[in-house]
């Protein structure tokens, strides 16, 4: 193609001196037409893709240029062509749409926040421990965007158009709470004002259509419900599918050595005592790679192996079990404490609950790592078993947590009942006195704090949670500055009057734990996701903690860390956490889907169809979810799957193939190669002695003559 | 044409974002880093070429086992001394940038390790890159047994046609698949 658009400017350029520097398309032939705007084409084409050309710059702004000069003669010159007003407001729209494209990444990365500070942790301590920043980062963007939805679109309206506090008794502080609602103890466990206002459910009102507007309320609340679960899981999804297509599928050990020698590594390092670090820790797993190589074939006492192993995992069942059942007994407890009235307990039984869930949190995953050194396993199998039983432990945590709420719930809706039959019997106590039977009464003004109600189940669980999150990030920032930032403090200052050296021996300066803190990170979503629907202000919050999270961390990771010893990636990990990431989502959006189902949420939805939308929308949308069109189109999804799954296996199939044909291919090569090399060997031979013999024949010739 | 000492053109800076895979940004704080090695003198050459020493002294560069190479790799002197102009220095942000592409990066990086410049990596260049990673003291070597095992296990797993060598494409066959290599091979200023 090249070719033809070099022959193109020389004829062209000849019709150019003939016609006095002027193009004329008109003498070209509708083909010769065609070609020049391939040819145009082709060129910028070269050009976009002139940046990933391995060519030096000073090679690259000559083709740059002479491109870009072609373009512009010929593109001027076509445009005098028919349609010239179409094609050139065309090619005036994409160069507009690259510039704005090009400013708009410029834009986007110049918004990022944090760069510099990542930037500085990548090149200390290399690109593991700062990949837990970046999924810090990512997080704090997801959450912003859960923040706006149930800010804007569910808190600030009601606050702002619904009814006001005070005006209705779900909205008002009981009476009998009144003089403690606020005090800083009561706001500090939401209660008192806090629960009564815009951050928890109980708040909002059954209203159809709030303030001027009209706006929705109800309908606005669930659709946000569902829209961040439905974000959440698209995001997910998405990211995923990156990180696979980037990673490369499967294959983990068929390029074990090339891969170590060829990108371990890391080219941010920037910092001497890092460098030497994962020198030594190259070569020591190049020693062990070769180590294991020669030792995979010793058996070395495998049954002593196995039963070691079932021991330690039958431990960790055990561990697991007891961890699940002291959260129930201490929930149980909490109940007890609540309905003795909570003034008579002391802090630590007041919030038993979360102290112990957060202990559990931190305690158990060391008990696991000293159980796992009877297992033996090589230290990237080892380091998945322990991130799966940290899984299975905050897994099991988490749901022990929620059925014991379940039970709570449950009483709590009970006594929704009595107090609803206790209201009308009230209400007729009002009137008693004051009027005879068979006449109408004027309404009796009561004060909406007066009115005796039920608890609010939903906005009892959103306290709970928001709770829980709160005293989770407390005990965080406690560990880290007791255990990384004192620790720090202790080995340096003490390091000078100490018998034994404490910065090389114990303690010394800790590691940053990546895989403890994005598993902590991950669950701390989890626990977002499931409040989310109960407590609008949940987003709200995590946004809050992320911020601190990161200055935070960043600050005690260059403060009071040293590089890690041994620095092996779990490669696979990117979407190792990705999947767990889906798991949680999936699991923590399991509980409110039953309850909004339970509780039939979803009327809303079927109302504001009825009642706001032209009639013929209703019936589509009545069509379209009848189960027997729903049920066809759920099995074809299944067979597309089915189909995709079955052509990438083929697709694996034909590259084995063809990497073997490749093989034979190369070696027929080498072969004809040797031939042909001993043939003209030979050739060569011969002709030298047939030049000899001539030359000896001649001289023979020549000495006869004289 | 080409850089001025304190400023860079307007029409030279959209052609290098154009050229590169780097944001105007970045561009601008490669030229502020790389006047920032300049001498007094050397401020007012148009073109100037700085020497391999004083670009091994960036923070970036300092620790890095292949430093040497990747100036060598990256320079257009005559003299191969591996000094660098900074379209060049460009070139060489383009290819460690984050939004490079797989091709681009493993070109380069097939280059940076081909120590004798043949066009492939034989036994040799594989013994230097080995070493090169291991650090310079005795005690982090590999014993010769050691480093002859290792680049037979290298040689079997990447070279495809068996002819002793790994040449560009089995290098790019090998490094696409590795989930490691484009996150890894980046520098940032």
Same mark, same amino acid.
């Not at chain 1, 490369?248 to 060829?262: A, E, H, L, P």
């Not at chain 1, 058996?299 to 069942?317: P, Q, Y």
């Not at chain 1, 403060?559 to 779990?570: D, G, I, L, S």
């Not at chain 2, 660098?84 to 984050?98: G, K, R, Y």
């Given at each position: 193609?090249?070719?033809? &658009?070099?022959?193109?400017?020389?004829?062209?350029?000849?019709?150019?001196?003939?016609?006095?520097?002027?193009?004329?398309?008109?003498?070209?032939?509708?083909?010769?037409?065609?070609?020049?705007?391939?040819?145009?084409?082709?060129?910028?084409?070269?050009?976009?893709?002139?940046?990933?050309?391995?060519?030096? =710059?000073?090679?690259?702004?000559?083709?740059?240029?002479?491109?870009?000069?072609?373009?512009?003669?010929?593109?001027?010159?076509?445009?005098?062509?028919?349609?010239?007003?179409?094609?050139?407001?065309?090619? /005036?729209?994409?160069?507009?749409?690259?510039?704005?494209?090009?400013?708009?990444?410029?834009?986007? #990365?110049?918004?990022?926040?944090?760069?510099?500070?990542?930037?500085?942790?990548?090149?200390? %301590?290399?690109?593991?421990?700062?990949?837990?920043?970046?999924?810090?980062?990512? =997080?704090?963007?997801?959450n912003?965007?859960l923040?706006?939805?149930t800010?804007?679109?569910v808190?600030?309206?009601?606050?702002?158009?619904?009814?006001?506090?005070?005006?209705?008794?779900r909205?008002?502080v009981p009476?009998?709470e009144?003089?403690?609602?606020?005090? %800083?103890a009561v706001l500090w466990d939401f209660g008192g004002?806090a629960q009564y206002s815009v951050l928890f459910y109980g708040y909002y009102?059954n209203?159809?259509?709030?303030?001027?507007?009209?706006?929705?309320?109800?309908?606005?609340y669930f659709?946000v419900g569902v829209?961040t679960v439905?974000?959440s899981?698209?995001?997910?999804?998405? #990211?995923?599918?990156?990180?696979?297509?980037?990673?490369?599928?499967?294959?983990?050990?068929?390029?074990?050595?090339?891969?170590?020698?060829?990108?371990?590594?890391?080219?941010?390092?920037?910092?001497?005592?890092?460098?030497?670090?994962?020198?030594?820790?190259?070569?020591?797993?190049?020693?062990?790679?070769?180590?294991?190589?020669?030792?995979?074939?010793?058996?070395?006492?495998?049954?002593?192996?196995?039963?070691?192993?079932?021991?330690?995992?039958?431990?960790?069942?055990?561990c697991l079990a007891g961890s699940g059942y002291l959260i129930y007994f201490v929930v149980r407890r909490s109940q007890k404490f609540t309905l003795d009235g909570l003034e008579n307990h002391s802090w630590w039984e007041r919030n038993e609950v979360n102290m112990v869930m957060s202990l559990l949190g931190m305690f158990c995953?060391?008990?696991?790592?000293?159980?796992?050194?009877?297992?033996?396993?090589?230290?990237?199998?080892?380091?998945?078993?322990?991130?799966?039983?940290i899984f299975a432990l905050f897994l099991g945590n988490l749901y022990t947590f929620i059925i014991a709420l379940m039970d709570e719930i449950n009483v709590k809706r009970d006594e929704e009942k009595i107090v609803k039959?206790?209201? #009308?019997?009230?209400?007729?106590?009002?009137?008693?006195?004051?009027?005879?039977?068979? &006449?109408?009464?004027?309404?009796?003004?009561?004060?909406?704090?007066?009115?005796?109600r039920g608890p609010c189940w939903e906005t009892m669980v959103g306290q709970e949670f928001v709770r829980l999150i709160i005293s989770d990030t407390m005990t965080t920032?406690?560990?880290?500055?007791?255990?990384?930032?004192?620790?720090?403090?202790?080995?340096?200052?003490?390091?000078?009057?100490?018998?034994?050296?404490?910065?090389?021996?114990?303690?010394?300066?800790?590691?940053?734990?990546?895989?403890?803190?994005?598993l902590g990170l991950i669950f701390n979503q989890g626990m977002i996701w499931m409040g989310a629907f109960y407590a609008p202000c949940l987003p709200a919050l995590n946004?809050?903690r992320?911020?601190?999270?990161?200055?935070?961390?960043?600050?005690?990771?260059?403060?009071?860390?040293?590089?890690?010893?041994?620095?092996?990636?779990?490669?696979?990990?990117?979407?190792?956490? /990705?999947?767990m990431l889906l798991v949680i989502l999936f699991l923590s959006t399991l509980p409110a889907i039953y309850t909004i189902w339970k509780n039939r949420m979803f009327?809303?939805?079927?109302? #504001?169809?009825?009642?706001?939308?032209?009639?013929?929308?209703?019936?589509?949308?009545?069509?379209?979810?009848?189960?027997?069109?729903?049920?066809?189109?759920?099995?074809?999804?299944?067979?597309?799957?089915?189909?995709?799954?079955?052509?990438?296996?083929?697709?694996?199939?034909?590259?084995?193939?063809?990497?073997?044909?490749?093989?034979?291919?190369?070696?027929?090569?080498?072969?004809?190669?040797?031939?042909?090399?001993?043939?003209?060997?030979?050739?060569?031979?011969?002709?030298?002695?047939?030049?000899?013999?001539?030359?000896?024949?001649?001289?023979?010739?020549?000495?006869?003559?004289? | 044409?080409?850089?001025?000492?304190?400023?860079?053109?307007?029409?030279?800076?959209?052609?290098?974002?154009?050229?590169?895979?780097?944001?105007?940004?970045?561009?601008?704080?490669?030229?502020?880093?790389?006047?920032?090695?300049?001498?007094?003198?050397?401020?007012?050459?148009?073109?100037?070429?700085?020497?391999?020493?004083?670009?091994?002294?960036?923070?970036?560069?300092?620790?890095?086992?292949?430093?040497?190479?990747?100036?060598?790799?990256?320079?257009?002197?005559?003299?191969?001394?591996?000094?660098?102009?900074?379209?060049?220095?460009?070139?060489?942000?383009?290819?460690?940038?984050?939004?490079?592409?797989?091709?681009?990066?493993?070109?380069?990086?097939?280059?940076?390790?081909?120590?004798?410049?043949?066009?492939?990596?034989?036994?040799?260049?594989?013994?230097?890159?080995?070493?090169?990673?291991?650090?310079?003291?005795?005690?982090?070597?590999?014993?010769?047994?050691?480093?002859?095992?290792?680049?037979?296990?290298?040689?079997?797993?990447?070279?495809?046609?068996?002819?002793?060598?790994?040449?560009?494409?089995?290098?790019?066959?090998?490094?696409?698949?590795?989930?490691?290599?484009?996150?890894?091979?980046?520098?940032?200023?």
């Amino acid at each position: 193609m090249l070719e033809n &658009s070099e022959q193109e400017p020389s004829e062209a350029e000849n019709e150019e001196e003939q016609t006095d520097d002027v193009v004329r398309p008109e003498t070209l032939s509708p083909e010769e037409l065609e070609k020049l705007k391939e040819a145009v084409e082709d060129r910028k084409k070269l050009i976009q893709g002139l940046r990933g050309k391995p060519w030096p =710059m000073k090679q690259k702004l000559v083709t740059l240029k002479e491109s870009q000069q072609f373009v512009e003669k010929y593109e001027g010159a076509l445009g005098k062509g028919k349609g010239r007003k179409f094609y050139a407001y065309k090619v /005036m729209m994409t160069k507009k749409w690259m510039k704005f494209q090009r400013d708009f990444e410029n834009f986007k #990365t110049a918004c990022i926040p944090w760069e510099m500070k990542i930037k500085e942790i990548e090149s200390h %301590f290399g690109s593991s421990v700062a990949s837990y920043f970046l999924f810090l980062r990512w =997080m704090y963007g997801i959450n912003m965007i859960l923040f706006g939805l149930t800010f804007g679109l569910v808190m600030v309206p009601e606050a702002l158009m619904g009814r006001p506090y005070g005006s209705i008794p779900r909205k008002t502080v009981p009476r009998a709470e009144e003089n403690s609602a606020m005090d %800083f103890a009561v706001l500090w466990d939401f209660g008192g004002y806090a629960q009564y206002s815009v951050l928890f459910y109980g708040y909002y009102n059954n209203q159809r259509a709030i303030g001027w507007l009209k706006y929705r309320l109800p309908l606005s609340y669930f659709l946000v419900g569902v829209g961040t679960v439905a974000y959440s899981y698209m995001v997910v999804i998405r #990211t995923m599918a990156r990180n696979a297509n980037e990673g490369g599928v499967g294959d983990d050990n068929s390029f074990n050595f090339s891969w170590k020698m060829f990108t371990s590594w890391d080219y941010l390092i920037g910092n001497p005592e890092t460098a030497d670090n994962k020198f030594a820790s190259i070569t020591t797993s190049f020693k062990e790679a070769i180590l294991e190589e020669q030792e995979s074939r010793k058996d070395d006492n495998i049954h002593l192996t196995r039963f070691l192993r079932v021991l330690a995992n039958f431990l960790v069942l055990c561990c697991l079990a007891g961890s699940g059942y002291l959260i129930y007994f201490v929930v149980r407890r909490s109940q007890k404490f609540t309905l003795d009235g909570l003034e008579n307990h002391s802090w630590w039984e007041r919030n038993e609950v979360n102290m112990v869930m957060s202990l559990l949190g931190m305690f158990c995953p060391m008990l696991f790592d000293v159980i796992s050194a009877l297992e033996n396993y090589h230290p990237r199998v080892a380091l998945q078993w322990q991130l799966g039983r940290i899984f299975a432990l905050f897994l099991g945590n988490l749901y022990t947590f929620i059925i014991a709420l379940m039970d709570e719930i449950n009483v709590k809706r009970d006594e929704e009942k009595i107090v609803k039959y206790n209201i #009308t019997m009230w209400e007729a106590s009002l009137y008693n006195g004051t009027l005879s039977e068979n &006449s109408t009464a004027p309404p009796i003004t009561v004060h909406p704090a007066d009115v005796p109600r039920g608890p609010c189940w939903e906005t009892m669980v959103g306290q709970e949670f928001v709770r829980l999150i709160i005293s989770d990030t407390m005990t965080t920032y406690i560990t880290l500055l007791i255990g990384d930032f004192l620790r720090a403090v202790l080995v340096r200052f003490l390091n000078y009057c100490w018998c034994w050296d404490l910065e090389a021996g114990f303690p010394s300066y800790s590691e940053f734990d990546v895989s403890g803190n994005v598993l902590g990170l991950i669950f701390n979503q989890g626990m977002i996701w499931m409040g989310a629907f109960y407590a609008p202000c949940l987003p709200a919050l995590n946004v809050l903690r992320l911020h601190v999270s990161m200055y935070l961390q960043c600050w005690a990771v260059m403060c009071c860390n040293v590089p890690q010893e041994r620095v092996f990636k779990a490669s696979g990990s990117n979407n190792f956490y /990705m999947a767990m990431l889906l798991v949680i989502l999936f699991l923590s959006t399991l509980p409110a889907i039953y309850t909004i189902w339970k509780n039939r949420m979803f009327d809303v939805i079927q109302e #504001t169809l009825e009642s706001d939308f032209p009639p013929w929308f209703g019936k589509v949308f009545s069509y379209a979810s009848n189960p027997g069109l729903v049920l066809p189109f759920i099995l074809l999804m299944v067979l597309a799957i089915y189909y995709l799954q079955s052509t990438s296996k083929s697709y694996k199939q034909a590259n084995v193939e063809l990497k073997k044909k490749l093989q034979t291919q190369n070696e027929e090569n080498k072969k004809k190669n040797k031939k042909a090399a001993l043939k003209a060997a030979m050739d060569l031979e011969e002709a030298r002695k047939a030049a000899s013999l001539s030359a000896e024949q001649r001289l023979h010739s020549r000495n006869i003559k004289t | 044409m080409g850089t001025t000492a304190s400023q860079l053109g307007k029409e030279l800076l959209s052609e290098y974002q154009e050229l590169t895979f780097l944001t105007k940004q970045e561009i601008l704080l490669a030229h502020k880093r790389f006047t920032e090695l300049l001498t007094k003198d050397e401020k007012d050459i148009p073109n100037v070429r700085i020497p391999m020493e004083r670009i091994l002294t960036l923070p970036e560069l300092k620790s890095n086992p292949f430093r040497k190479r990747i100036c060598l790799v990256f320079s257009t002197s005559e003299q191969k001394d591996g000094s660098l102009t900074f379209e060049d220095f460009l070139d060489l942000l383009s290819a460690f940038s984050d939004s490079a592409t797989l091709e681009i990066k493993s070109h380069y990086a097939f280059r940076i390790f081909d120590f004798d410049d043949d066009g492939t990596l034989d036994f040799n260049d594989l013994q230097t890159l080995v070493n090169c990673l291991t650090g310079e003291t005795d005690e982090t070597r590999l014993t010769p047994e050691e480093m002859s095992q290792l680049i037979n296990n290298i040689l079997e797993e990447s070279d495809i046609d068996k002819d002793g060598t790994v040449n560009l494409s089995e290098f790019q066959h090998v490094i696409s698949r590795s989930p490691d290599f484009v996150s890894s091979f980046k520098i940032v200023l």
